[in-house]
């Protein structure tokens, strides 16, 4: 807060706070996580060449991967980085780039059993994004299942229990 009854959110933002968000805004932000999924499981592949390495460097040859391997790879890093970031936060990193919250059907915070099946649904059966597109509450299949919602929301938590003592 900057100061006494001035919002850091923009003013065109300020009717969408708390609104579902559309399909654009998701899939942006899903691309970003998708985006980051990749770098991780990059680095995981380049954690365990590198160790390989130091182990033995005379005889070093780059890991060996299989189409196989590597999408249970990245299955499973997508699902642990969607569990952990909304049962944290309620966002993915994308989700903070776009301004983007899940909540649950009371609007608060996903817990961790709910943040854990959410992600599997989503990486599972990613295409049930786009029946944001058909629904008149702007929710995916994933949403409709789990009675999530996700929401314009701009301000950190901290910032709304700040502005919530003062004001």
């Known amino acids: 807060m900057a100061g006494r009854g001035v919002s850091p959110l923009p003013r065109v933002a300020r009717p969408y706070q708390g609104r579902r968000a559309g399909l654009v805004s998701r899939l942006v932000a899903s691309a970003v996580d998708a985006a980051v999924v990749g770098l991780l499981v990059g680095a995981g592949y380049a954690g365990v060449t590198a160790i390989r390495f130091i182990l033995s460097p005379r005889g070093f040859t780059f890991p060996d991967t299989s189409l196989l ?31 983007l919250r899940v909540v649950n059907l009371h609007g608060q915070r996903m817990h961790l059993a709910g943040s854990l099946v959410r992600a599997l649904l989503c990486t599972c059966f990613p295409i049930g994004l786009f029946w944001v597109a058909l629904s008149r509450e702007n929710r995916s299949a994933q949403d409709l299942v789990l009675r999530t919602s996700v929401i314009y929301d701009w301000q950190s938590r901290d910032d709304q229990r700040l502005r919530r003592t003062r004001g």
Request: contains cysteine; glycine residues 16%; charged residues 5%.
């Open 69 to 99: 391997l590597s999408m249970a790879a990245g299955f499973g890093v997508c699902v642990a980085y969607l569990t952990v970031c909304w049962w944290s936060s309620g966002r993915t990193y994308g989700d903070l780039l776009m301004g």
